[in-house]
């Protein structure tokens, strides 16, 4: 009956058992090798278990039976650890062999008392009504084993044997029911972090000594994987006076004077270690701490070291659906500036993936392009004011155009708020981001004592640090990377080395070369790796820093607990590291240095390489099947460097459309030249064709919006000549107009309109009334500027009137205000004011903030032309009030120099010199020109007023020297009038009749007529 029983539990669990076994036979090819390690071994007795069961109907015993042992089963796989036989009452299970981890006596102590705590619960058994409690007895032994197969090729058996296995037993059989029992080598090696009781001497058969046993009683509080990873870095060396700078810039910040700080220096020489020890500071306690990283591989991904920081903001995590992360960011932003609400729609635009086409990125305005950059901004200056900021990007070598340009944005503000903001370079990179202003800080290598003293808390046993601290410092030349390489090669060289010559210390590193660089050092502990080991790491090296374990085991075929066991190895040889999951990513393994996944990736073959590539591009697809789009950039990445051209067409273009939503047009440029030069090494059959020309087509579109007209010129040039091999009409038209648009630009304005016209012939045939609209609102455009102010008049109402019947409003306003800007042109105010009434009701409507802001200033404007002084006041102001609340400060400025201008009217100079001071603040911190050169004229005319010639002659001078400058020509035109008409005031006719003039002259070619009355008026005045 009993051998019944037991064959039955046997038969119950055997699936569970050989997992690890049977893994290791298949890789071993049918037979597994016979192996001397150390082993840890658990021996569980159940007291009375099977005279028990053998009380109860077979039902019932199976069910009893199966409460306690499924979880038994359960933990010792949990912990990584095997069951290796059933025996009677209990079983017996191992931990090490056949694989092994660093830390198997600590695995087999949580395993055990993990069973007891089970066992307790599920141990209650009611026969006649009598509860019985069974109770387990444990014993846990560490030592050497001799493993491997036992028995004849048809019935093959895994077993361990040695006096260990017999010790664990004996020691199960003298615990007292319900406790665990340990020896002394497990003791010593768990006793730092489980709470256990004495030592107690016992005599046990077969041995002449006692021997110590100890009672494991229980785990000591966890420390927290962080905490871990703080305590375990090597004593700081040095950096005093760095650290002192950082410390004092914090506290700078602190105290809301925003602080923007660069540290530089080689590749390991301690970046990262320094900003990581300003984390500790108890200052930076105070303070919310926001990293993001840049990567080499996430060079063209727009806002990518954004991206994490404002997952960590919103508290995204990685499986939200995009409905839960607009919700995470409207409540979000709703704690932190509720008045930024309106804008929640650009932070989901940048942390989910929504791609547009080309027509409708045109749509988007280019103040749209600088909303989302001063949303951004402005929410991390709202979040500053919760709790001040300590801003951490990494290796910003690789930094992401988008990004550079987002942090050049912020370090013009970033002294009024309690923001620190450190980057990270690696030199001696290219730079690519230049921020003005920044704090330098240049790490040089460590001092000759310093690496004196590193190397001794590095190398414990004083002969080896004796033996080799000279080379070191010689060799490492104060670089902490290289010296920890050096040292981990010393350590493993240590271990590598035969029996009988361990200790022999002298006579092992005698021929001990170090490398001259911390490259070869890391690569030749790489080549140190066993086989299998060494191929894990290189085929990791190509997913980048990160290892997400789910996407590395489809590309190795591994089962994951065999996988994990390998990266849990490389992290014993210190390649990886474990970290605590982010929240949005399922990241779970990490290059503990990014050296070592530069050199195990420049390892690669290049053929390996693409085919790895590949193999992750494809399971990627496999894996995010429904969040393709967010996964546009890596899925670029991979099949770029991989064999498979037309998936690396097809995302890189998604990438870049994917850009261009987000303005992040340099970004863009990067993949579509990729992509094109892709698809232009292949067959162009008409599908390639056709594909070439829309990506020509993108491509112009954001070099014209990043100014590079030359390359929008060519590209355009080849976007047309593709699109007329494949006769595509639409795209052909499209392509035209955006020619029509790029010569706009450039000011030629005759050439310009000859493409739209080209382009609105083809229209005709299309049907395309939206085009069609809003080219004939651009011709319009171009005649007011032409000065053909009377045919610019018919095509804006012609675009109007088609906007009316299409219903196209986004045109329709385009179209109103270019309207407005024609009455404004022929001095006709109170139709601008009509006109630019009827633009702000409907951008009311439409909750488009911008566009009201804009509009307010323009109505402003008009009033303040029809002398209608309260009115224009309270339109600037109000203009002021909506910037603000979008973080627009530019036109804040440009509002606030109105109302300078409208006090001056009114003579009141306090108001005037009040707003002339607040404008110039913040044109400084834009390091604007031309709005400088508006406070110039404005501070001329303020002289004049108080008829201080001298100053006043200085300051329009000064601005008309900007205007003409950046070609501004109506300025410099009403800045000439205006001092003229000074000059007049002073009597200096001749001068005064030479400006009127020169004035006359500009407004008249550009056809603007506001003062141009004024203008014949004086010169004949003064003729008389
Ligand atoms: N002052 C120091 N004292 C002790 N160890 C240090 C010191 N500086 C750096 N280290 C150690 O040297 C290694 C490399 O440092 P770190 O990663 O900070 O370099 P880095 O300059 O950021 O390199 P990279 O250019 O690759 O980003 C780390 O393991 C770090 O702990
Ligand atoms: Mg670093």
């Known amino acids: 009956m009993k051998e019944k029983k037991q064959n039955n539990i046997l038969e119950l669990y055997k699936p569970y058992v050989p997992e690890a076994v049977t893994y290791r036979i298949s890789e071993g090819k049918g037979s597994l090798p016979s192996e001397r390690s150390e082993t840890t071994i658990i021996f569980i007795d159940i007291r009375g278990f099977t005279k028990l069961a053998d009380q109860l109907d077979p039902e019932k015993a199976t069910e009893v039976i199966n409460n306690i042992f499924a979880p038994i089963v359960n933990i010792i796989d949990k912990f990584g650890g095997s069951i290796n036989k059933f025996l009677g009452d209990g079983l017996m299970a191992i931990f090490g062999t056949p694989y092994s981890h660093e830390d198997d006596p600590e695995r087999a102590a949580r395993a055990s008392l993990e069973i007891m705590k089970s066992i307790e619960e599920n141990g209650k058994i009611k026969i006649d009504n009598k509860v019985k409690n069974l109770k387990a007895r444990i014993g846990i032994n560490t030592g050497l084993c001799i493993s491997g197969e036992i028995g004849s090729p048809s019935r093959k058996e895994f077993t361990v044997i040695g006096d260990t296995v017999n010790m664990a037993s004996r020691l199960q059989e003298n615990a007292t029911p319900g406790k665990i029992l340990i020896g002394e080598k497990p003791f010593q090696r768990i006793k730092e972090n489980?709470?256990?009781?004495?030592?107690?001497?016992?005599?046990?058969?077969?041995k002449k000594d006692l021997v110590s046993v100890y009672?494991?009683?229980?785990?000591?509080?966890?420390?927290?994987?962080?905490?871990?990873?703080?305590?375990?870095?090597?004593?700081?060396?040095?950096?005093?006076k760095e650290l002192k700078v950082l410390k004092e810039t914090l506290k700078k910040s602190y105290q809301s004077e925003g602080q923007l700080i660069e540290i530089n220096g080689e590749l390991g020489v301690g970046k990262s270690r320094l900003i990581l020890e300003l984390t500790k500071d108890s200052l930076a306690k105070e303070f919310n701490v926001l990293s993001g990283n840049c990567s080499s591989w996430e060079e063209s991904k727009p806002y990518a070291p954004l991206k994490e920081i404002f997952t960590k903001i919103f508290g995204i995590k990685f499986?939200?659906?995009?409905?839960?992360?607009?919700?995470?960011?409207?409540?979000?932003?709703?704690?932190?500036?509720?008045?930024?609400?309106?804008?929640s729609s650009y932070f989901s635009r940048l942390l989910s993936s929504k791609i547009k086409s080309l027509e409708e990125i045109m749509e988007q305005s280019k103040e749209e392009s600088n909303l989302l950059i001063r949303v951004v901004k402005k929410l991390l200056w709202s979040f500053s004011s919760q709790k001040p900021l300590l801003i951490i990007i990494e290796d910003v070598q690789?930094?992401?155009?988008?990004?550079?340009?987002?942090?050049?944005?912020?370090?013009?503000?970033?002294?009024?708020?309690?923001?620190?903001?450190?980057?990270?370079?690696?030199?001696?990179?290219?730079?690519?981001?230049?921020?003005?202003?920044?704090?330098?800080?240049?790490?040089s290598p460590l001092k000759n004592t310093e690496t004196d003293k590193l190397i001794r808390f590095l190398i414990k046993e004083k002969n080896i640090y004796k033996l080799m601290k000279d080379k070191i410092i010689t060799t490492a030349n104060g670089n902490p990377l290289f010296i920890e390489e050096i040292v981990r090669g010393i350590k493993e060289k240590r271990l590598s080395v035969d029996k009988e010559k361990q200790g022999n210390n002298t006579e092992i590193f005698a021929d001990f070369q170090i490398p001259d660089t911390v490259q070869s050092i890391a690569r030749a502990r790489i080549d140190l790796l066993p086989v299998g080991l060494k191929e894990i790491l290189y085929q990791a090296s190509v997913l980048g820093r990160y290892i997400e374990i789910?996407?590395?085991?489809?590309?190795?075929?591994?089962?994951?607990?065999?996988?994990?066991?390998?990266?849990k190895k490389l992290q014993k040889y210190e390649f990886i590291e474990e970290i605590k999951p982010a929240p949005q990513l399922q990241r779970y393994f990490a290059f503990t240095h990014s050296l070592i996944q530069e050199i195990a990736y420049n390892s690669l073959l290049f053929k390996t390489r693409r085919s790895l590539h590949t193999k992750i591009g494809v399971a990627m697809e496999v894996m995010y099947?429904?969040?393709?789009?967010?996964?546009?950039?890596?899925?670029?990445?991979?099949?770029?460097?991989?064999?498979?051209?037309?998936?690396?067409v097809f995302y890189l273009n998604k990438a870049g459309d994917k850009a261009q939503p987000l303005y992040a047009f340099k970004n863009a440029i990067n993949y579509y030249l990729d992509s094109i030069k892709i698809l232009e090494s292949t067959i162009l059959e008409k599908k390639q064709l056709t594909q070439l020309s829309e990506i020509y087509n993108k491509l112009a579109f954001s070099q014209s919006v990043v100014g590079e007209r030359k390359e929008t010129e060519i590209n355009l040039n080849k976007a047309l000549e593709y699109c007329r091999k494949?006769?595509?009409?639409?795209?052909?038209?499209?392509?035209?107009?955006?020619?029509?648009n790029l010569y706009g630009d450039m000011g030629q304005w005759d050439r310009a309109i000859k493409y739209f016209k080209n382009s609105l012939l083809i229209i005709k045939e299309l049907n395309n009334l939206k085009r069609k609209a809003r080219i004939i609102n651009n011709i319009g455009l171009i005649n007011l500027f032409k000065g053909d102010t009377s045919t610019g008049y018919s095509n804006l109402k012609e675009s109007l009137t088609l906007c009316e019947t299409i219903k196209a409003e986004d045109i329709y306003i385009m179209a109103l205000n270019n309207m407005g800007i024609y009455y404004d042109m022929v001095g006709e105010w109170r139709k601008a004011l009509d006109i630019y009434k009827r633009s702000l009701s409907i951008s009311k409507r439409n909750n488009n903030i911008i566009e009201i802001s804009n509009t307010m200033g323009n109505l402003g404007f008009a009033y303040s032309s029809l002398n209608e002084s309260e009115q224009a006041i309270y339109y600037f102001q109000e203009s002021i009030l909506l910037s603000e609340k979008i973080g627009d400060i530019y036109n804040k400025g440009i509002n606030l120099i109105h109302l300078g201008e409208e006090y001056l009217k009114k003579d009141n100079f306090s108001k005037t010199k009040y707003y002339i001071t607040k404008a110039e603040e913040i044109f400084k911190i834009l390091e604007d020109k031309l709005g400088l050169a508006d406070i110039y004229r404005l501070k001329a005319k303020l002289f004049k007023k108080s008829k201080r010639w001298k100053d006043s002659e200085i300051f329009f001078?000064?601005?008309?020297?900007?205007?003409?400058?950046?070609?501004?020509?109506?300025?410099?035109?009403?800045?000439?009038?205006?001092?003229?008409?000074?000059?007049?005031?002073?009597?200096?006719?001749?001068?005064?009749?030479?400006?009127?003039?020169?004035?006359?002259?500009?407004?008249?070619?550009?056809?603007?007529?506001?003062?141009l009355r004024e203008i014949e008026e004086k010169l004949n005045n003064l003729k008389k």
């Open 194 to 206: 489980f709470i256990i009781s004495t030592p107690r001497k016992l005599k046990i058969k077969g």
């Open 215 to 240: 009672t494991l009683k229980g785990e000591k509080k966890k420390i927290s994987f962080l905490e871990k990873k703080k305590n375990s870095h090597s004593y700081f060396m040095g950096r005093q």
């Open 319 to 343: 499986d939200d659906e995009p409905k839960e992360i607009d919700k995470k960011i409207k409540s979000r932003i709703k704690e932190i500036d509720s008045s930024l609400l309106f804008a």
């Open 398 to 443: 690789w930094i992401d155009n988008a990004s550079a340009e987002f942090l050049i944005q912020c370090y013009k503000e970033i002294k009024e708020y309690p923001v620190m903001l450190i980057c990270s370079f690696r030199e001696p990179h290219k730079k690519k981001l230049y921020i003005g202003g920044a704090k330098i800080i240049k790490l």
């Open 550 to 567: 789910n996407l590395f085991q489809r590309i190795t075929n591994l089962q994951n607990k065999v996988l994990l066991d390998f990266l």
């Open 625 to 648: 099947l429904s969040k393709i789009d967010a996964k546009a950039e890596e899925l670029a990445y991979h099949f770029k460097n991989s064999d498979d051209k037309e998936k690396a």
């Open 726 to 740: 494949t006769k595509s009409k639409d795209n052909e038209s499209l392509i035209l107009m955006n020619m029509g």
């Open 957 to 1011: 001078k000064n601005a008309i020297k900007v205007y003409s400058k950046f070609g501004d020509r109506i300025n410099e035109g009403e800045s000439y009038y205006e001092w003229g008409d000074m000059l007049i005031l002073k009597r200096d006719i001749d001068l005064a009749k030479k400006n009127l003039i020169k004035s006359r002259k500009i407004l008249r070619n550009i056809g603007a007529k506001k003062h």
